[in-house]
């Protein structure tokens, strides 16, 4: 027996008959064809299913697709707005974080929760939010380094965009 659900992905909504057994994880995949979402271990372990569920990091893998109904799921494919990069994405490319790329999605969609809820994230901070994202590449030290200069680019813009010029 299948279950509708609403699910608004990335700005769009989608209603799609699910199993009750079917994962956040397969129905993005397979269903949506937003493949940027990675499935790694299939057990919660290494995070290269994170997906954001109403702002917070989840393994995609372990929240069933009825479980998801009605919430907002933010994907990497929803980060861009059209060819323009997220910072954090564009700090990722700046600042080497990007090897393999498996873990990426995963480790940049952490880190927009984090830089979300703490603008201004300490390296302790960043290494926490971060935990549940394994990475078999990077050694961790480009990775926290591109979260830190994204933090701080989100930071000058916004800082920016608060500016009046008076000529």
């Not at 919430?71 to 954090?88: R, S, V």
């Not at 961790?140 to 994204?150: E, G, P, R, W």
């Amino acid at each position: 027996m299948k279950h509708q659900v609403k699910l608004l992905v990335n700005g769009e909504l989608y209603e799609i008959l699910v199993k009750p057994g079917d994962t956040l994880l397969k129905v993005l995949r397979e269903d949506l064809a937003l493949t940027g979402t990675k499935m790694g271990c299939d057990t919660g372990d290494c995070g290269a299913c994170t997906v954001t569920l109403n702002g917070s990091p989840v393994n995609s893998c372990l929240v069933l697709a009825v479980e998801a109904n009605g919430m907002e799921i933010t994907t990497i494919e929803g980060l861009a707005e059209g060819t323009e990069l997220h910072p954090i994405q564009e700090a990722f490319i700046t600042h080497g974080a990007v090897q393999c790329g498996y873990c990426t999605a995963g480790m940049i969609l952490s880190a927009k929760a984090l830089l979300d809820e703490k603008p201004n994230p300490s390296e302790r901070e960043i290494k926490a939010a971060i935990a549940g994202n394994l990475c078999r590449c990077t050694g961790y030290t480009k990775i926290i380094k591109s979260i830190a200069a994204a933090a701080k680019s989100i930071s000058s813009t916004a800082m920016c965009k608060d500016r009046v010029v008076i000529n």
